[in-house]
């Protein structure tokens, strides 16, 4: 499962520069709800990211071995979200990211995966450097 996710999808593997963890675990969650999730940047270094923190999700279709991506139902406002360092003082390393997936025809219950991703910045200027995050999330009925 994982060999087949990073072979399949074009973006960097986390490093632990950010993190992402679901922000009200429940043991169910509802396929038609939003889902949030709690977004950390860890590093020493501000990252800047697309609208919606750059928010994709893939479903693993398990019949077929591998992972599909999911349309997001969210509307993101604005141009681009930066998140500080945990050890700036400003207090803006964290931001609550949420999705709402769109997972018709997709047969339940699934293992959704949200990934975010951005670009690294030194002095407001883009490194050419990548981080990114995931959780995965089990949907069901």
Do not use: C, H, K
């Not at 996710?5 to 074009?10: G, K, Q, T, Y």
């Not at 681009?80 to 769109?102: H, R």
């Amino acid at each position: 499962m994982e060999t087949a996710f990073w072979a399949s999808v074009p973006m960097s593997q986390p490093d632990g520069t950010l993190s992402l963890a679901i922000a009200n675990e429940a043991s169910v969650l509802d396929p038609e709800a939003p889902i949030n999730f709690i977004l950390e940047n860890a590093s020493q270094s501000e990252v800047r990211f697309q609208p919606g923190y750059g928010a994709r999700m893939f479903a693993y279709v398990s019949d077929e071995q591998r992972w599909v991506e999911v349309e997001n139902r969210a509307d993101y406002i604005g141009r681009e979200d930066t998140l500080a360092p945990s050890s700036d003082p400003s207090g803006n390393w964290m931001a609550l990211v949420t999705v709402a997936p769109d997972i018709a025809g997709i047969e339940l219950p699934v293992t959704l995966r949200v990934v975010v991703e951005g670009d690294v910045l030194s002095g407001g200027t883009a490194t050419g450097e990548r981080a990114s995050a995931y959780a995965d999330i089990m949907l069901e009925r």
